[in-house]
């Protein structure tokens, strides 16, 4: 496989610590190795060239995850990378000469870049020559013509051979064929290229042999030997005794690189003692290296030198050719004609893009590698020098790793909600004149970091709702934006947990979490709460999430929901209450003041007072706002001693609510007369006109529900019989049924229901109230196991039979069931309960 050489460090061991690299290696975390190999050339493809991974001391699960891979550049990828092994194997047939030409030592060299981190190793391939080519004459034949009046030590050159081995397999030595006439010698250019000058040992005769033929073998060091072979043709001519002879023994030039064909190079010039036809010289090439003989003309009879194909400064920086000149005789001589190649920028920079990554976190910190790329200038010198740069508005910077190996760096923090992306144009610009440049473009897209927290378009939020709302109503919505992007930007609405008069917010107000609607939960009474103030919380849902409050505040509104309330005068269901005015009072006497109070607020608390009825309206006048109730004019002993005033109060809602009072006023003087007066107040006719009516109601009610259970009762027992009926002649067990929802309290219940009613009656109203209660909400019937007969247990606090005023009790019996009625009249007329 080749001697192989391995050196592979890092930048913090390999180079001085001074504090640009110390910088310099905390920003980059590349590590650059070299490694040479040497092999022979025209290896088959998969030879194995070397172990990299032991080489570089990596391991082989470093090669894949790093996605190891070769960069080759624009140059052919003459080598493959096994990342499963770790061996570097043969993809093509390298052939040296192919590949290098006449340089040596020849080889390629090539980089492995690793990303994650990114790692970037120099690999160089020497390739060892064999000896695969035999040295060969550019023609078949060589045809000399030599007079026979040719000196002995007279020098004929001939055409030298070329092979494009290297070293010892190159072209070694010649031999000449044996003969009498010639002998051969083998010089050397200084450059090294050998060529061969036979050598007349022995005078030639016309007349004895006019045609020679020879052969030269070129043989070459390898082993096995290679060789090729001419043949030497010569003609024995006249005497021709002075050889050309050039003026000068090396000629130099210069030429430009791209010169147009037909530029001229320079002018050989070879002159000859003799005349006539044996004094006329030609000019040929003769140890034509590669392709000058194709690249460069000669006029064989004026010895100028053109160009023939386009010149490339960077194949061939220099051509040495050899020139003969050659009479009619035969005789010739030689020189060297060097070329010098100029080379011009005419090859702008090629970048080429190692590793990119297109999409890069904002939160990276600054000196992040990006990319790493190669630029390359086929020119020399300064027109190979190059500088790479970017737009100085962008905030990255290029840093130099390896040789033509460049790093884009970030400078500052990345911040996506202000610049999503960025378009970074590389540009990598010679130093040639004029000089020519190359521009590489790289879009950059900036991740997303949940790093900023919603705003609400509001400091805070205020609504009103008016009380007595309906439950589940939208107030408003509040809203936030977040600047970030995707699910770091998606936002959830949530109330804070907070209490407000010792209940939790949730039991008031709910939020709807995406698009943050708050509606009412339950009905609000201003009475009981005039405000609400509550947090919400918009949460992003990165990862941390990120969350923002924002203070809500909800006023409650006043509705005109509550009447006003009478506080003076009481108003009492038993007693009567009368102001006394004597009779001797003047006009605006305060015969007393309604004072009433209104629960809401605002207007809606706004109290007027008007007089709605009254027994003498000449009399008495109320106060509009403050409900004071003065007399209007004079008492006279006309005026009746009851009277009785009806006083409205209103509020200002919309619409107005009202309560009612009544106040009893006495006219006199005197005590004992308004008690007289009022004693038969409370029996007026009218008043027990309506409360005879109720009470014939109640009893007919009562009635009407008495018979009713009565049926109800007997179908029961009718049906209860049947039934027994038929399970005695069956004689199956006797199960005791009873009727769906009829109560089994403590025995077997007969009756449904208790049933409650009550009849009222006030002695100011002039009207009544009839009320049914729901059935079994105070008595139980319970009957006695034994069958005998029912009680009544009342669970009430206190028996109607108990109360001392009963004037009268009635009392039903029946073998099933056990009634009672009680009708209780009192005087004052204020209730009146008939229970069964």
């Given at each position: ?195 061969a000058v036979m050598i007349l040992q022995r005078p030639l ?20 030997q290679r060789s090729g072979t001419v043949n030497i043709e ?568 108990d109360e001392p005023d009963s004037p009268l009790e009635v ?26």
């Amino acid at each position: 496989m080749g001697l192989r050489q391995h050196r592979c460090g890092k930048w913090l061991l390999c180079w001085t610590l001074t504090w640009q690299l110390f910088i310099f290696y905390f920003m980059i975390t590349t590590i650059n190795c070299q490694i040479r190999y040497s092999i022979p050339e025209e290896m088959k493809k998969g030879s194995l060239i070397g172990n990299v991974a032991q080489d570089l001391g990596l391991d082989l699960k470093r090669l894949r995850s790093g996605r190891a891979r070769i960069v080759t550049g624009e140059n052919n990828q003459y080598t493959e990378l096994k990342t499963d092994k770790g061996t570097l194997l043969v993809n093509e047939r390298i052939d040296r000469e192919e590949l290098c030409g006449d340089v040596t030592p020849c080889s390629f060299s090539f980089e492995i870049i690793l990303e994650n981190p990114i790692e970037l190793h120099r690999v160089t391939v020497e390739i060892l020559d064999v000896n695969d080519h035999a040295p060969t004459f550019k023609n078949n034949v060589i045809n000399l013509e030599i007079s026979e009046s040719a000196t002995i030590g007279s020098h004929f050159d001939l055409e030298s051979a070329y092979d494009p081995d290297a070293g010892i397999h190159s072209l070694q030595n010649y031999v000449l064929s044996p003969n009498d006439n010639f002998v051969l010698k083998q010089q050397s250019n200084a450059d090294g290229i050998k060529f061969a000058v036979m050598i007349l040992q022995r005078p030639l005769d016309r007349e004895l042999k006019p045609h020679l033929s020879l052969k030269l073998l070129a043989v070459d060091g390898g082993t096995p030997q290679r060789s090729g072979t001419v043949n030497i043709e010569i003609t024995v001519l006249d005497a021709n005794d002075n050889p050309p002879v050039f003026n000068q023994s090396l000629y130099t030039a210069t030429v430009t690189e791209n010169a147009a064909m037909g530029t001229y190079i320079t002018t050989v010039n070879a002159s000859d003692a003799d005349s006539g036809s044996n004094g006329l010289v030609t000019y040929t090439f003769s140890n034509v290296k590669g392709k000058s003989g194709e690249i460069f003309e000669i006029d064989s009879f004026t010895g100028k030198i053109t160009v023939s194909e386009i010149i490339d400064f960077e194949k061939d920086r220099k051509y040495e050719i050899r020139v003969i000149a050659k009479d009619q005789g035969g005789l010739s001589d030689a020189t060297k004609v060097v070329i010098e190649v100029t080379d011009i920028n005419d090859n702008a920079p090629v970048i080429n893009i190692m590793s990119f990554t297109s999409l890069i976190s904002e939160n990276v910190p600054p000196g992040t590698t990006i990319a790493v790329f190669n630029v390359k200038d086929a020119d020399s010198e300064r027109n190979g020098q190059i500088a790479c740069s970017v737009d100085s508005n962008l905030p990255f910077k290029i840093q130099s790793s390896l040789t033509n190996y460049y790093n884009l760096l970030s400078q500052v923090p990345f911040d996506r909600e202000s610049k999503p992306e960025y378009n970074i144009t590389i540009t990598a610009t010679d130093s040639g004149s004029p000089p020519l440049s190359t521009k590489a473009v790289l879009h950059l897209k900036i991740s997303d970091v949940n790093d900023n927290y919603p705003v609400f378009s509001e400091p805070s939020y205020s609504a009103y709702i008016v009380e007595n709302n309906v439950p589940g109503l939208s107030i408003f919505s509040v809203s936030a934006q977040d600047s970030d992007w995707n699910q770091n930007a998606r936002l959830s609405y949530f109330l804070e947990d907070t209490q407000v008069s010792g209940n939790p917010v949730s039991s008031y107000v709910s939020i709807n979490s995406e698009t943050g609607v708050i509606h009412v939960v339950r009905s609000f009474d201003y009475e009981q709460i005039k405000q609400l103030i509550f947090t919400v919380k918009a949460q992003d849902g990165g990862s941390p999430p990120l969350s923002s409050n924002v203070t809500v505040k909800i006023l409650i509104q006043d509705q005109n929901d509550n009447p006003p309330q009478v506080l003076y005068p009481v108003q009492t269901g038993g007693s009567l209450v009368a102001e006394m005015v004597p009779r001797s009072a003047d006009v605006g006497y305060l015969v007393t003041k309604v004072v009433a109070v209104d629960v809401d607020s605002g207007q809606n608390a706004w109290l007027s007072y008007k007089l709605q009825k009254a027994t003498d309206r000449a009399l008495f006048e109320v106060g509009l706002q403050n409900g004071e109730i003065r007399t209007i004019r004079q008492v006279t002993d006309k005026d009746a001693v009851k009277q009785r005033l009806t006083v409205i109060v209103e509020d200002n809602g919309q619409p107005s609510r009202s309560a009612t009072v009544v106040v009893n006023v006495a006219v006199a003087d005197s005590f004992p007369e308004v008690l007289s007066e009022f004693t038969d107040f409370t029996h007026d006719k009218e008043y027990n006109d309506n409360l005879t009516f109720y009470l014939v109601l109640a009893l007919a009610v009562v009635s009407f529900l008495f018979i009713t259970c009565l049926v109800v009762i007997i179908s029961v027992k009718i049906y209860r019989w049947r039934q027994s009926r038929i399970l005695y002649h069956s004689n199956l067990p006797v199960i005791p049924y009873y009727p769906p929802r009829y109560s089994d309290t403590l025995g077997t219940g007969t009756l449904q229901h208790v049933y409650n009613y009550e009849v009222c009656r006030t002695t100011d109203s002039r009207k009544s109230d009839c009320k049914f209660g729901r059935a079994g909400s105070q008595n139980v019937l319970i009957m006695d196991p034994s069958s005998t007969g029912t009680m009544q247990r009342i669970q009430n606090e206190k028996s109607i039979l108990d109360e001392p005023d009963s004037p009268l009790e009635v009392r039903i019996f029946s073998p099933l069931v056990m009634s009672q009625l009680y009708v209780k009249f009192v005087s004052s007329g204020a209730s009146c309960s008939v229970v069964v």
